[in-house]
Nanobody, 120 residues
Framework: QVQLVESGGGLVQAGGSLRLSCVASGSGDNINSMSWYRQAPGKQRNLVATVTSGGSTNYADSVKGRFTISRDNAKNTVYLQMNSLNPEDTAVYYC??????????????WGRGTQVTVSS
């Protein structure tokens, strides 16, 4: 089964930038879309951005123009470049991969999450 390893979270001042990385490994299954979600304290987990295997992207309205999702298919890695960060971006960020086995059985894999904290 595919496994996800996240990195890049941390503490940053308002207006600053961070880049999150998520590496998928450990399986010969086909990875389709890869996504970033986030969950702030007391709030639901929301989709931030997604990228397909062909490079098509979608973003939540709250991050359009500030965040950029990209992927390196050769490395099975997805990135989230976060610019112009503000305290409302403070959350645990989760990586998710939508996967299909060679038998065409679909499943989803989640990372453990990485904390992003934006100070005022």
């Amino acid at each position: 089964q595919v496994q996800l390893v996240e990195s890049g979270g941390g503490l940053v001042q308002a207006g600053g930038s961070l880049r999150l990385s998520c590496v998928a490994s450990g399986s010969g299954d086909n990875i389709n879309s890869m996504s970033w979600y986030r969950q702030a304290p007391g709030k639901q987990r929301n989709l931030v951005a997604t990228v397909t295997s062909g490079g098509s992207t979608n973003y939540a309205d709250s991050v359009k123009g500030r965040f950029t999702i990209s992927r390196d298919n050769a490395k099975n890695t997805v990135y989230l470049q976060m610019n112009s960060l503000n305290p409302e971006d403070t959350a645990v960020y989760y990586c998710k991969a939508d996967v299909t086995t060679r038998s065409r059985f679909p499943y989803a894999v989640w990372g453990r999450g990485t904390q992003v904290t934006v100070s005022s």
